[in-house]
């Protein structure tokens, strides 16, 4: 138990669709990052919120967009769903983004199948 | 940019016996490394990490790695495997700084009994 939670777990959407997965991070946990995880492979860094900024992106295209709130839970929303999207979005949150050394929880995931 | 390497894709072992997989990353600076464990249909759980100090770290469930700067490896070890232990299993680097992670590919652990 993580204290990440992710919503919803499972969803099926159409090709061209638009949707939007949520994440409540660990109490206090003011760092939020988003990775995709297809099938077979490793997770892949999508973009991180630290205090409701975006702070860092990976090769994702403008189409993956997110938002942090006041109390730290984010979005992930992804517009005109393509089926190379179908994958596990995994949600990791930590305490600041400094030399720290403080630990990265994950939440289970929200599978998203496009069809 | 920063990689990491997991050359093992799928590993079997018997039950009782020693486990050790291999984790290789690339990076420019003072590398955050960690190792997470992942069951099917499951989100992440973090084994261990190594952030700085000793290059010997111990984790959850027995597990063990050492970071070798000299050789960019991170390997995972576990002297007496368990049945439970049959998952996926990832090494990731990341920049201290950020935290924000670079995944290997994955080392799927089978277990015989």
């Known amino acids: 138990e993580t204290g990440v939670t992710q919503s919803p777990t499972h969803l099926i959407k159409t090709r061209g669709q638009q949707v939007t997965l949520r994440c409540s991070s660990q109490s206090g946990h003011n760092t939020v990052s988003w990775y995709q995880q297809a099938l077979g492979q490793g997770p892949q860094f999508i973009f991180q919120?630290?205090?409701?900024?975006?702070?860092g992106r990976g090769n994702f295209p403008p189409r993956f967009s997110g938002l942090q709130f006041p109390n730290y839970s984010s979005e992930l929303n992804v517009n005109a769903l393509e089926l190379d999207d179908s994958a596990l979005y995994l949600c990791?949150?930590?305490?600041?983004?400094?030399?720290?050394?403080?630990?990265?929880?994950f939440g289970e995931g929200s599978w998203l199948t496009v069809v | 940019a920063q990689s990491v390497t997991q050359p093992d894709i799928h590993i079997t072992v018997s039950e009782g016996a020693s486990l050790e997989l291999r984790c290789n990353y690339s990076?420019?600076?003072?590398?955050?490394l960690f190792w997470y464990v992942q069951s099917p249909g499951q989100g992440l759980q973090l084994l261990l990490k190594?952030?700085?100090?000793?290059?010997l770290v111990q984790g959850i469930k027995g597990f063990e790695a050492e970071f070798k700067r000299s050789q960019s490896s991170f390997n995972l070890r576990k002297p007496s495997v368990h049945w439970s232990d049959a998952a996926e299993y990832f090494c990731a680097v990341g920049r201290v700084a950020t935290r924000q992670l670079t995944f290997g590919s994955g080392t799927q652990l089978t277990v015989l009994p």
């Open positions: 990076y420019g600076a003072t590398p955050y």
């Open positions: 990791a949150s930590s305490l600041g983004t400094g030399a720290n050394g403080n630990t990265i929880y």
């Open positions: 919120y630290y205090r409701e900024e975006e702070n």
């Open positions: 190594y952030f700085s100090g000793d290059t």
